[in-house]
């Protein structure tokens, strides 16, 4: 949400409309970070007002609010929880709730890692901070059962990071390469990551636009031929 600036309205009506992923997506669920709590940037005033479910964990004060992260779902959110990570430069956490898809109930995670240490601790490009944060994420998360893990993982050298490994060994239905930019044209910093039930199908692309944001954002978009409909969405505050 690049300290709220994002454009929530705008990437949900596309989103909609079909115009982000290529298909119209009404039930969906959106992991933010730098989202912001208060004030003209309120993310769980934006997601009340257009009757969505909202779940925002603060991390830390910054000029424009409590910058932190947010899940916004079409669908009820349950047993909403906060997972905090080691700390090496600033205070990282990821957010968890779950929701039912399909019958299935998915837990689903928003994660923020560290984007660069001090030239002490190895610098800018020194991947071992956020391979500790992986490590301490992968420990709270449960071994089996649905599971969808996206955010800002700051992987400066993209997949080659041992962070991005140690998620993907973990989460054996994230689609694999190529991988598009997501921050600046150049550079893969943010991912999806899944453990999905046999018979599920994903698809991850990087939209287009940026929505405000410094970041582009990564869909996935998930479905299931043969699964029964879920009951219809109604809006919860957990």
Known sequence: MH??????????????????????????????????????????????????????????????????NAIVSSRPLMMPSVIDLPRERQPRAAASAAIDVYATRILVVDAHFENRVSWRRGGLFSESARARQADALLRAI?????????GDFNTW?????????????????????????????????????????????????????????????VIGVISCASCAPSAPSQRTSP
Do not use: C, K
């Not at 997601?47 to 424009?64: C, E, G, K, Q, V």
């Not at 449960?142 to 996206?150: F, L, Q, T, Y």
């Open 3 to 68: 300290e709220g600036r994002g454009d929530l309205p705008g990437l949900i009506a596309d989103l909609r409309s079909g115009t982000a992923a290529g298909v119209p997506v009404h039930e969906f669920v959106l992991l933010l970070q730098e989202a912001i709590d208060g004030g003209a940037h309120d993310v769980a005033a934006f997601a009340n007002s257009d009757n969505l479910a909202a779940f925002f964990s603060p991390i830390r004060r910054t000029s424009r609010g409590m910058s932190g």
């Open 142 to 150: 449960p071994g089996d059962g649905a599971v969808i893990v996206g």
């Open 157 to 217: 050298l993209g997949p080659n990071e041992p962070a991005w490994r140690r998620l993907a060994a973990r989460f054996p239905d994230t689609p694999g390469p190529p991988f598009a930019p997501t921050f600046r044209d150049r550079l893969i910093l943010d991912h999806l990551f899944f453990d999905i039930p046999d018979g599920w199908r994903v698809v991850r692309m990087v939209a287009r636009d940026g929505y405000g944001s410094d970041h582009r954002p």
